[in-house]
């Protein structure tokens, strides 16, 4: 907030389908992602993108400072606008009192990998110059070297400067801290306390701003909203993780394809097979009610139609037409998935259990390669999933891909190799940010709910310490013979007839309608898909050709075959004289 000044600071929700354009625009695949403007950008300028690896305050702090170091390495023109963050080399001026006119100094003294100096400064930038307190605050690599008037110790170090010093002793502010919120208090304490030099009284100004960092007091309504886990009951447990909800999977599939991937604005390349694979899975191994089984069925149709590239853009108006054709509508709220709060569960618990759901059903068909969904899914993680931190880790779970070859020989591997990934990524992330506190990420299943999935063993490795057949029979109940329908929505009226005349298996003109809108016009209606290349005036221009062929072959018939029969026969000397229809008389 205090750098408001120097750089403004936006976010959005990418992950929102309303901002999906937007997002699209900007070319923002995934999170975290930082894009940084410079003054004076132009409009169709699509931002400098920063390889930003955690989304933490501390790397996105991180990342803005070392932008605004570099500006201003490129344009000297910028110290009027923002505090001098290039380290000064020279000390000698300080020392004398001659840095500035009038203008008293006080030093961040760091070692070279330290920022701490410039985040400070960039703090007190704002106040200092809305109460025009004679004073500028620098940063300087330490070098034992220089001779800085006192000795140095410790570091980071304040060292103040007063204006006029003429080489005196520089004073030595104390820092109880060494950390960002130290060095701020402490100088915003010495500020205070020197405040009769810089003719400011008033300790509520600005100057007092409040750090990101600094502890806050936690209120009575904020203790009251704190979770109590222990008040959460085994029915609510069971109804979160022990229950699938066929308005999840159908929500997390829809999400990903109108979403994730149409968010892109060109798929081509290895991005288009992924998504190749992606809907033949999907086409074939989602446990799908009629409905979204015609969706799924007319979308693997429509990408398997495309050779090249496809628009992202073209992609989600192809799902939202093929969804509003069979009358569904997806539900605004996730069922099993719900967090406790926004943040949490959702989408990525959504993904989950329907890659959970695709492996169940594929082993259940046995259908296909034993490793098609496992491959299908390493390839749409490392294309489109949002969060490419946690794609990073899936990668290096799965080996790159090869211990999905050296594990996965038959259907049931691929559910077995799923899971046994699944309870790594939660042992890695318990207990992070992303964590719900109502639902800890646990190993799964519990005991108490399939005890014959465990056996004795020592030690744990995810693996050795199950049952794998038990494991297996509980997965496959989990997630094909108990899916829930609570949540999904009812085919509207409107479209029944449609459905009830279509089997699953039927796939129509519709599934190249972004390419063929003139053959949705109703006066082309009459035509069925079998004369789509044509229409009125190419069809009455067929028939006149037809016609005159036709009468042409008649008439050629007439002249040159039947007229040997027609005509009567004459004899020459006593001999029978016929006619060769092609030379005359012989």
Not at 120 to 137: A, G, Q, S, Y
Not at 140 to 157: E, L, Q, T
Not at 277 to 288: C, G, I, M, Y
Not at 370 to 378: E, Q, Y
Request: proline share 4%; net charge neutral; hydrophobic share 35%.
């Amino acid at each position: 907030y205090a750098w408001r000044d120097v750089i403004t600071v936006g976010a959005i929700d990418c992950a929102n389908e309303a901002n999906t354009e937007t997002c699209r625009e900007f070319e923002i695949m995934g999170y975290p992602t930082m894009k940084f403007f410079p003054r004076d950008s132009k409009a169709d300028f699509k931002g400098d993108n920063l390889g930003l690896r955690a989304m933490t305050v501390d790397a996105i702090r991180n990342e803005m400072t070392n932008y605004l170091l570099k500006e201003e390495e490129k344009k000297a023109d910028l110290l009027g606008i923002w505090p001098k963050l290039i380290p000064t080399t020279d000390v000698s001026d300080l020392k004398s009192g001659k840095a500035g006119e009038n203008r008293n100094i006080l030093l961040i003294l760091e070692d070279a990998e330290s920022k701490v100096g410039m985040e400070v400064m960039l703090d007190f930038h704002l106040p200092l110059k809305r109460l025009n307190i004679p004073m500028e605050i620098q940063r300087s690599v330490y070098n034992p070297k220089i001779d800085y008037g006192v000795v140095v110790s410790k570091r980071p170090a304040v060292l103040y400067y007063p204006a006029q010093n003429n080489n005196k002793e520089p004073k030595v502010v104390e820092l109880k801290d060494q950390g960002r919120q130290g060095i701020y208090n402490a100088i915003k304490d010495y500020l205070w306390k020197e405040s009769p030099k810089f003719a400011f009284q008033d300790s509520n100004a600005p100057l007092a701003i409040q750090s990101e960092d600094s502890p806050k007091t936690k209120t009575k309504s904020d203790k009251a909203a704190q979770v109590d886990n222990s008040s959460k009951s085994k029915k609510n447990l069971i109804s979160r993780r022990y229950t699938v909800y066929l308005s999840d999977l159908e929500k997390a599939a829809v999400y990903a394809l109108s979403h994730e991937i149409a968010q892109h604005q060109t798929i081509a390349g290895e991005a288009l097979e992924a998504l190749r694979k992606f809907v033949t899975v999907l086409d074939n191994h989602f446990p799908a009610r009629k409905e979204f089984a015609s969706v799924l069925k007319d979308l693997h149709y429509w990408v398997h139609q495309h050779e090249d590239a496809i628009r992202g853009e073209d992609l989600g108006a192809v799902v939202k037409s093929s969804l509003a054709k069979y009358g569904l509508e997806m539900n605004d709220r996730w069922v099993g998935c719900q967090g406790s709060k926004p943040q949490y569960g959702g989408y990525p618990c959504g993904l989950w259990s329907l890659w959970h759901a695709l492996t169940v059903k594929h082993s259940v068909d046995g259908t296909g390669h034993p490793r098609d969904v496992m491959m299908a899914m390493k390839e749409y993680i490392q294309e489109y999933f949002g969060c490419r931190e946690c794609a990073r880790h899936f990668d290096q779970a799965i080996q790159n891909g090869d211990g999905i070859v050296e594990n996965v020989m038959t259907h049931k591997d691929s559910v077995l190799y799923l899971w046994h990934i699944h309870n790594k990524v939660n042992f890695r992330l318990a207990g992070d940010l992303s964590e719900d506190p109502q639902y800890p990420k646990q190993t799964f299943p519990a005991k108490e709910f399939c005890s014959k999935c465990y056996i004795p063993t020592t030690g744990s490795n995810l693996w050795d310490e199950f049952d794998r057949e038990e494991i297996y029979s509980f997965l496959v109940t989990q997630f094909s013979k108990k899916i829930s329908k609570q949540g999904i929505s009812n085919p509207s009226a409107k479209t029944s007839a449609v459905k009830n005349s279509k089997s699953v298996d039927q796939v129509d003109d519709f599934a190249e309608h972004l390419d063929l809108n003139n053959f949705k016009k109703p006066e082309n209606g009459k035509f069925t898909v079998n004369f789509i290349f044509f229409n009125g005036a190419d069809l009455s221009l067929y028939m006149i050709l037809w016609l005159i062929s036709a009468i042409m072959i008649i008439l050629l018939y007439l002249k040159f075959v039947s007229k040997r029969w027609l005509r009567p026969k004459h004899y020459f000397y006593g001999q029978k004289v016929g006619y060769n229809p092609l030379v005359g008389k012989v």
